[in-house]
Every structure is written in structure tokens, then in C-alpha cells.
């Protein structure tokens, strides 16, 4: 009898996520069920998550200001750690300096074109004529979106992205975060873990603005921007809702199956001790809004439902099952906009 040869790596890893059950993957029933899970699995991802950064003072400085669309647009340059700055973009309603606002949190997905928060933030530039077609395609800026409906909005580029990608990728034929990931974990740093840093410094930076009602602040996604919300939501309670688009899925499909991540998106045997359904499950009780594309080629929509059915179970056992929405939209990989406005105007605005 003839032995079967095993020589296929994509084989071998796919019949190792088959085998996987993460240690904290939810099985609750309650209330009392879910605060334990959550307290012990928040634990394990924090010690994870590895070393962070030192933060020192924002030190902000506004380098422009423009008005224009109802909008005062600012271009701001912040101090997160002794080795790295960042500029965000914040934009505000006119009127928003009379006022306290809720803010948004908008974060940039995985974009081939590296434009990062340009995109998000409806950055137009006669340099890039591609930004627009983009724009439209995944209905993307919706951090202007969220603006022009009265959230003070802000975007960062996420590191080797944008502003912060060193001109575009210094690594041909490589994926740079997969390049960033492995120079990080020789040092002990995790990408992930590095852009979670930055995103609770804009956190911080929100709170500190005069015209943001700090106990109002949420964040959304579209994509890679779904899982830096994700984790930031279920890190940093000040975010108050989240809107995760396109980020619906299972890491045995794609990520182990399809091979459809990067450095920037994962932990070191993240999957040994949970699955993405519950890494949303944390977030409750706050509301969740989950966007699921029909025709979304990146996360199916199969696995995407399968997700949120879990994530509701959790909610439910949270006693929180009113708190979790899908939009499950007839569209692909994008921002839906169908529930997301009157989501954010009924948890930020009250």
C-alpha cells in the first residue's frame, strides 16, 4: 500500500485550523457567563498584545485649517511616542466649536492604492486622479460622510500606510506589513498591537478637544479599518459604538484558508484562544453595528452571517441583544451607509 504523501503547506495548515478550538471560545448562557469569559479573555489577549509604546505629551500643532462644505477641515501633527508622529486629519461642523459634539473615530482599510486617510476623509488631489473612482467604489469617505452629518471626525494613516509608508512600498513584491510585523516581533513589538497604540492616542487627543462630548465617541471601519475598530472598541471603553464593515468572518477561512490578511491584522496564536466572533462578542454591551456585504468577495457571505449569528448568541447572553445590529446589504466590499447614520445619531447623539 502505497503511502499518502502530505507535502502541501496550505494543506497542513488548513487541517490544523480544523483541529483548533480556542480556549475562549463562547459557550455562556447569561450574564454571569459572559462577564466571566469576558474578563478572562480580555486578560489574555492584553498580555498578547505584547509591550506598548511610552505615550508622551500630544504636543498638537495645527499646521492648516480650511473651511469649505460646511466643514472646518484640519490637518493636525501629534506626538504619540519618542519615535513617531503621526498627522490626522479632523474635520468638524461649523459650528461645532459653540457646541459639544460627539466624534468618530474613522479608520482606513487595506487599500491597494495606500492612500489611507486621504480616502476616508474625501481627500481629492489633481496628483492622484484614481481617488475619486475609489471614493465612489467602496463608498469610502465616510469619515466626511459622518462630518457633514455633525460628528467631529478624525483619521490617522496607520503605520506603513499613507503619509507613514516611507513612499509607497519600500518592499517590492513584499507586503510591507508583513515586512513591519517580522522587524517588530524581533523586537518584541506586534504591528497590531503598535496601530491599537495610535488609535487610543487619537482617542485621547478627542478628549482633549473642547467642542467633543468625550463620554460620545465611537468608531467605524471598512475592512482592515473593521479590524482596527474591533479592537479598538473592545479595548478602550471609551468608544461608546462601533460600526465594523466587512470584517465579518472566521480566521479558518480567511486567513488560514484564503491567506487573506497581514502583519498588520493578527497576534501570535490569536486563533488558539479565539475566533473573531468573539473578539466583537467583547464590545457588548455597547452597540455594535456589523455592515455584511452580499457579494463581498473578501470575507463570503456565508462566513460573514455565521459570524454575526455568534456574535448575536453573545450579545444575547450579555443581555444586551438589542444593542447588536446588521446591516446585511445587497453589495460588496464597502461601506453601506444603509443603518450607520441613524446608528451613530442614536447612541452619540441620544
Known amino acids: 500500500m502505497q503511502k499518502k504523501q502530505k507535502f502541501s503547506m496550505i494543506e497542513y495548515f488548513n487541517r490544523k485550523a480544523q483541529a483548533i478550538e480556542p480556549k475562549y471560545r463562547f459557550k455562556g448562557q447569561n450574564k454571569a457567563d459572559f462577564l466571566k469569559w469576558q474578563s478572562a479573555l480580555l486578560s489574555e489577549l492584553k498580555q498578547l498584545l505584547g509591550k506598548m509604546p511610552t505615550p508622551v505629551l500630544l504636543d498638537p500643532k495645527i499646521i492648516s485649517e480650511v473651511e469649505e462644505d460646511g466643514l472646518i477641515k484640519q490637518r493636525v501633527l501629534l506626538d504619540l511616542e519618542e519615535d513617531m508622529s503621526v498627522t490626522a486629519l479632523v474635520y468638524m461642523p461649523a459650528s461645532a466649536r459653540k457646541k459639544s459634539c460627539p466624534a468618530i473615530l474613522c479608520n482606513h482599510g487595506h487599500a491597494f492604492s495606500n492612500f489611507g486617510k486621504d480616502l476616508v476623509m474625501g481627500v481629492l488631489d489633481d496628483n492622484f486622479p484614481q481617488r475619486p473612482s ?61 496601530n491599537i497604540f495610535d488609535a487610543m492616542r487619537c482617542i485621547d487627543y ?35 459604538a462601533a460600526d465594523i464593515m466587512c470584517y465579518s468572518c472566521r480566521f479558518k ?15 501570535p496564536g490569536l486563533f488558539t484562544l479565539c475566533d473573531v466572533p468573539d473578539l466583537h462578542g467583547l464590545i457588548a454591551p455597547r452597540p455594535l453595528l456589523a455592515e455584511i456585504g452580499m457579494h ?43 443603518k450607520a447614520f441613524d446608528f451613530f445619531d442614536k447612541y452619540l447623539k441620544g
Not at 490617522?156 to 516611507?166: A, L, Q
Not at 467642542?211 to 461608546?240: P, Q, Y
Not at 444575547?316 to 446588521?326: F, H, I, L, R, T
Request: with cysteine; aromatic share 12%; proline share 1%.
Open 296 to 338: 463581498d468577495k473578501c470575507f463570503l457571505e456565508s462566513d460573514a452571517l455565521s459570524c454575526g449569528e455568534k456574535v448575536k448568541k453573545i450579545y444575547a447572553a450579555a443581555g444586551a441583544s438589542e444593542n447588536y445590529e446588521v446591516d446585511h446589504f445587497d453589495g460588496g466590499h464597502k461601506f453601506a451607509g444603509n
Open 206 to 240: 478627542l478628549c482633549s478637544l473642547d467642542f467633543v462630548n468625550a463620554e460620545r465617541i465611537g468608531s467605524m471601519g471598512l475592512s482592515f479599518g473593521g479590524t482596527m475598530t474591533t479592537w479598538i472598541a473592545l479595548l478602550d471603553k471609551r468608544i461608546k
Open 253 to 267: 477561512k480567511f486567513a488560514v484558508a484564503d491567506g487573506n490578511f497581514c502583519g498588520s491584522q493578527y497576534l
Open 134 to 194: 475609489e471614493i465612489q467604489q467602496f463608498n469610502y469617505d465616510y469619515g466626511l460622510q459622518m462630518a457633514k452629518r455633525g460628528y467631529v471626525t478624525m483619521a490617522i494613516d496607520y503605520r506603513g500606510f499613507g503619509e507613514r509608508s516611507d513612499g509607497g512600498n519600500p518592499y517590492p513584491g513584499r507586503d510591507k506589513c508583513n515586512v513591519h510585523f517580522i522587524r517588530g516581533n524581533l523586537m518584541g513589538y506586534n504591528l497590531l498591537a503598535l
